[in-house]
């Protein structure tokens, strides 16, 4: 399926970011056939953060005056079966995480990622990431592929629209330094769950019965060591591989998808236990809510997806 680039009219695919042609930003649709979606970016010609109308200088808000970044200061998003919530925080300037979520007939998929602060553009490189990831991981799944390689053909798309922030473009013909981001990402279906993630954004398993659990392994330094990223989404990333965890859940609950803005606020898993069984949009907001009671030091990304029991029927 392709659409028109609205600065330019060149038809582009729809899961492209940028058009090839002027390089300006392609809001993604809402709808392509059986698929739904939906993302945290700055809705065109309003302000992300008062959100006034723009004038022509977009680099910056006439009205409150602010740098206008790729993705909204706050998002509350939701579909059947999943929700997300981010947060710019208390203390930081931009919002640069980014979340979106979709639907299909054949299973429900969030991603969150969360721009890497020491890289320039990393609100431009979590969003990129989000808007190419989220259409391919749903087209994979609807076409048959196994959850595992969904989230991998959805991972190898998003790696390559934040890969070609680096490469000059007629929008920015003299790009500095390398934009990028970590990744995570989560695909339920009726018989299984998968997890994909790079970096140290954060995938819980939380079960309506029994003891939640961490799904990832952080690709970072222990925090006495610094805490430094080995693997992210980028350019100058040492790898492309995606890791990927599937599960096959014998109950209901939720999968949780996080950035470190959140987690760093948990002492353990199992302060996700209350969780379990509210809808996914009452427990986005109430995890997302629970970091900013915290401090909210850091921007805040939140993703829940509900996972419904063996036979079809949701959780309480």
């Given at each position: 399926m392709t659409r028109s680039c609205a600065e330019c009219t060149h038809e582009a695919a729809d899961s492209d970011v940028y058009c090839e042609a002027c390089g300006a930003h392609l809001a993604a649709p809402e709808e392509s056939g059986s698929h739904v979606w939906t993302t945290s970016a700055s809705v065109s010609g309003e302000c992300?953060?008062?959100?006034?109308?723009?004038?022509?200088?977009?680099?910056?808000?006439?009205?409150?005056?602010?740098?206008?970044?790729?993705?909204?200061?706050?998002?509350?998003?939701?579909?059947?079966?999943?929700?997300?919530?981010?947060?710019?925080?208390?203390?930081?300037?931009?919002?640069?995480?980014?979340?979106?979520i979709g639907i299909d007939g054949g299973g429900t998929v969030a991603i969150v990622c969360d721009g890497v602060s020491t890289s320039p553009r990393a609100d431009v490189a979590a969003m990129a990431a989000v808007e190419a990831g989220l259409p391919a991981s749903l087209r994979a799944v609807t076409?048959?592929?196994?959850?595992?390689?969904?989230?991998?053909?959805?991972?190898?798309?998003?790696?390559?629209?934040?890969?070609?922030?680096?490469?000059?473009?007629?929008a920015d013909p003299s790009p500095s330094g390398i934009p990028s981001c970590t990744y995570v990402t989560a695909l339920v279906t009726a018989d299984a769950i998968a997890v994909g993630w790079l970096g140290d954004s954060r995938a819980y398993w939380v079960p309506v019965d029994g003891d939640p659990r961490c799904l990832t392994i952080d690709d970072a330094l222990p925090a006495d060591d610094g805490g430094a990223l080995t693997h992210w989404v980028g350019a100058d990333a040492p790898d492309d591989d995606l890791h990927v965890v599937t599960e096959q859940p014998d109950g209901p609950g939720s999968i949780v998808l996080c950035s470190d803005g959140f987690w760093r606020y948990l002492a353990g898993p199992a302060d996700l236990a209350p969780v379990?069984?509210?809808?996914?949009?009452?427990?986005?907001?109430?995890?997302?809510?629970q970091a900013l009671d915290g401090g909210g030091a850091d921007n805040v990304a939140v993703a829940v997806l509900a996972v419904r029991q063996p036979g079809g029927e949701t959780a309480p």
């Amino acid at each position: 399926m392709t659409r028109s680039c609205a600065e330019c009219t060149h038809e582009a695919a729809d899961s492209d970011v940028y058009c090839e042609a002027c390089g300006a930003h392609l809001a993604a649709p809402e709808e392509s056939g059986s698929h739904v979606w939906t993302t945290s970016a700055s809705v065109s010609g309003e302000c992300g953060h008062c959100g006034a109308a723009l004038g022509d200088d977009r680099g910056f808000c006439e009205e409150c005056g602010r740098r206008q970044g790729a993705g909204l200061d706050r998002a509350e998003l939701r579909l059947d079966g999943v929700a997300a919530v981010t947060d710019r925080g208390h203390l930081r300037h931009h919002n640069e995480d980014a979340i979106a979520i979709g639907i299909d007939g054949g299973g429900t998929v969030a991603i969150v990622c969360d721009g890497v602060s020491t890289s320039p553009r990393a609100d431009v490189a979590a969003m990129a990431a989000v808007e190419a990831g989220l259409p391919a991981s749903l087209r994979a799944v609807t076409g048959g592929m196994p959850a595992d390689g969904a989230l991998r053909a959805g991972f190898a798309r998003a790696f390559t629209a934040v890969d070609a922030l680096t490469h000059p473009s007629a929008a920015d013909p003299s790009p500095s330094g390398i934009p990028s981001c970590t990744y995570v990402t989560a695909l339920v279906t009726a018989d299984a769950i998968a997890v994909g993630w790079l970096g140290d954004s954060r995938a819980y398993w939380v079960p309506v019965d029994g003891d939640p659990r961490c799904l990832t392994i952080d690709d970072a330094l222990p925090a006495d060591d610094g805490g430094a990223l080995t693997h992210w989404v980028g350019a100058d990333a040492p790898d492309d591989d995606l890791h990927v965890v599937t599960e096959q859940p014998d109950g209901p609950g939720s999968i949780v998808l996080c950035s470190d803005g959140f987690w760093r606020y948990l002492a353990g898993p199992a302060d996700l236990a209350p969780v379990a069984a509210l809808p996914p949009a009452v427990a986005a907001l109430s995890l997302v809510q629970q970091a900013l009671d915290g401090g909210g030091a850091d921007n805040v990304a939140v993703a829940v997806l509900a996972v419904r029991q063996p036979g079809g029927e949701t959780a309480p």
